[in-house]
Each structure stands twice: as C-alpha cells, then as structure tokens.
C-alpha cells in the first residue's frame, strides 16, 4: 500500500532529522562556542519547545476535512511535504549560523516544521488503515515502529563520521537534501492522481477518496 510505505518513509526523514541532532550538535557547539554542557542542554530546548506548541494546532488541522478537501487530492501529504521542505530549508541554515544565539532561533524554527512534517503521519496511516481494514492495523503499526527504528539507530550511527569527514554545515545539507527526497517521494502518487483525474474530481458529493 503506498500511502503507509510513503507514511514510513516520511517517519524515517523526519524522525531521522530529529535525531540528526543529538549526536552533531554537541560536539559543533563544543568545538565552535566552547559550550558547556548546560549551556547544549538549553539550547535543546529550543527544539522540543516549539515542536509541542504547535503540534497540536497541525493536529487540528489535519483532522479537518474541510481543509483538507481544499488542497485534495494531496490531502495530509500536503502538511509532511510542505513541513518537509520548509524544516530543510531552516536545516541548511544552521551550517550558517555564526552565533549561540542564531543557532537557537533557526532551532526554534527546526522544530516548529518539524511538527508540520511529522503530526500527520500516524492520522494518515490511521485513515488508511480505517479503509483497509482487517488485522491490519497491527501490521500497520509494525511497518511504523520499524521505519521509527531505522531512523532512531542509523542516522545517530551515521552522522558523526560524515561530520568528521566534511564538517557541520555540510551535514546539514546532507539531513536537508533527505528531507528534500523525502518529500519528493511523498509528492509522486497524489500529483500523479491529480493529473490522471483533474482538481475537480475531488470536489463535490462524489469526490474521488484521498489521504
């Protein structure tokens, strides 16, 4: 089913983003500010803050069809291919940064698109799964937590190497250009429906069903 092997991938972009942080950001803020661990554990903050704010408005929105009817057939994939982009545009800006405190604001901004991103991916699923029915939500789930585990353990595993090898803001561009894949990948199918059957045909009392 593409729409949960597509909510997998978008697990993996966005959870591994998430990640991509922890094992990167200490040591750039060590090596480049001369940051004590205090002062790393803050500047966290400013990714987790954000994030639980804004979560749940994204939430309200991608439960409203009314809204979501408004950019069909592209649906929920709007908020993870939209979130997707915008996180790695903010992403690339970190290498740029030459400041504690333009680190922290261009943080706060990871974590505000980092919840537009990844919100709707278990509501998608859900959605899916209503349609499918069956056992297959168990299965479901299984593909999730272990698309959740890939990212959780690879990127973590991966990225201090490549740090070592082309530095901090080249990394950035590396998690940016996979959150830029990501959503292209998750962009194929709905524009490939648009296409084959028009704006139109997602409108109305018989509109076509969409995600």
């Known amino acids: ?17 998430a990640g991509a942080f922890e094992p990167t950001l200490p040591i750039y803020m060590r090596d480049t500010y001369n940051s004590r661990t205090i002062v790393i554990s803050v500047v966290f903050i400013a990714i987790v803050v954000p994030n639980a704010i ?29 979130g997707s982009v915008l996180q790695a545009i903010v992403t690339a800006c970190l290498g740029a940064t030459t ?6 604001v261009n943080l706060v901004f990871v974590g505000l698109t980092g919840a537009i ?6 509501s998608t699923m859900g959605e899916h799964v209503g349609r499918m029915g069956g056992d297959a939500n168990a299965k479901v789930y299984s593909l999730f937590t ?45 524009t490939m429906m648009l296409v084959k059957h028009g704006r139109a045909a997602y ?6 069903p969409f995600l």
Not at 99 to 104: C, E
Not at 117 to 122: F, G, H, R
Not at 203 to 208: D, K, R, S, V, W
């Open 99 to 104: 400041s504690i405190a333009g680190l922290v």
């Open 146 to 190: 272990i698309a959740y585990s890939i990212s959780v353990i690879i990127v973590p595993t991966v990225l201090p190497p490549i740090m070592s090898a082309v530095g901090f803001a080249a990394t950035m561009g590396v998690v940016s250009a996979v959150l830029v894949f990501g959503a292209l990948v998750l962009a194929i199918r709905p």
């Open 54 to 82: 804004i979560a749940p408005i994204v939430g309200k929105y991608t439960s409203d069809h009314r809204v979501l009817a408004r950019v069909a057939p592209y649906g929920r994939f709007t908020f993870m291919i939209g």
């Open 117 to 122: 991103a990844s919100v709707p991916i278990m």
């Open 203 to 208: 409108q109305g009392e018989n509109a076509l």
């Open 1 to 17: 089913e593409w729409p949960i092997l597509a909510c997998c991938l978008a697990a993996i972009t966005t959870t591994g983003t």
